[in-house]
């Protein structure tokens, strides 16, 4: 075995520690010394003693059991009507059956029932551990997509929560067609748009007189530029306004998408209008007490 494989085992072992087993069988001599095997291994065992038994404790469990290990031949219920009840409630949780060579009449049965490993009788603890060892590693692979699911989800609604609240508009746009796939409540309002009204249409329509490759030069420009460019977009009413746009691009697999974030420019302008209007006055006073001091 190479130590990769090792170290993989070491790690699907430790994954198993943090697992609950339910074990059900009727052999109380091999019930005891299997539940012994299964402690050393798992955080917590749940034993039954035939199958109505285990079926009540799968069912009242506290937490559901993530593998179920069972004989087949008990007495009240045996295993394959148990892991068919047990199917009911979770179509999903591992089984692994306990068998005597003499019980191969009931190994049809298990594929209808859905077993994912059969261990010889009397129990072969290697043969054990291989099996749940295998089970394990599906356990992790299905449990670390679950978390990343999970995580792309809450990033996902922490994005839009951000996106649809930001004080900039905001514009995501395809790449390569600047067609408009999505824009936040600030844009709305800043534009005039509802969401229906910009979904699919061109990005052009924001621009009075840039069209076609003007309009993408502008648009990798301002992308490279990597700061705000101050620009005039058109309102839905008609009218020309100066906003401050940064443009930002990023993929997602094969497809490139394009942010524009946009700020209402005319209080800047006002602004610097106003600075400028200051200097020039300030500029003709200094002027003419030049002037006076001269006489």
Request: charged share 25%; aromatic share 8%.
């Amino acid at each position: 075995m190479t130590s990769q494989n090792t170290q993989n085992d070491a790690g699907l072992q430790a994954f198993l520690a943090q697992l609950t087993v339910l074990y059900v069988e009727d052999n109380s001599d091999i019930r005891e010394q299997l539940t012994l095997f299964l402690r050393r291994r798992f955080k917590t065992v749940l034993v039954a003693a035939d199958g109505a038994e285990g079926l009540k404790t799968f069912r009242q469990a506290e937490k559901a059991p993530d593998l179920v290990i069972t004989d087949i031949r008990m007495p009240v219920m045996d295993g394959l009507n148990m892991i068919g009840y047990i199917r009911e409630h979770d179509d999903n949780v591992p089984v692994i059956v306990t068998t005597a060579h003499e019980e191969n009449d009931f190994l049809l049965k298990t594929i209808d029932v859905g077993v994912d490993a059969f261990v010889v009788k009397p129990i072969d603890t290697q043969q054990l551990v291989r099996a749940l060892l295998k089970i394990g590693g599906r356990l992790r692979s299905e449990q670390a997509l679950a978390e990343a699911r999970q995580s792309l989800h809450d990033n996902e609604a922490r994005y839009r929560a951000i996106f649809w609240t930001a004080m900039d508009a905001f514009c995501v746009f395809d790449w390569t067609s600047l067609n408009v796939l999505e824009i936040n409540r600030r844009f709305q309002a800043l534009y005039g748009y509802g969401l229906d009204d910009m979904t699919g249409r061109n990005l052009d329509m924001l621009f009075d007189s840039t069209h076609g490759t003007a309009l993408r030069a502008l648009i990798e420009e301002t992308e490279q530029l990597r700061e705000p460019m101050v620009v005039r977009h058109l309102h839905r009413d008609g009218t020309m306004f100066p906003v401050e746009m940064t443009i930002g691009q990023f993929r997602s697999g094969e497809v490139g998408y394009g942010l524009m974030a946009i700020r209402d420019a005319r209080e800047r302008i006002d602004s610097m209008d106003e600075q400028d209007a200051v200097v020039d006055a300030l500029e003709i006073t200094i002027d003419a007490l030049e002037g006076m001091l001269d006489r």
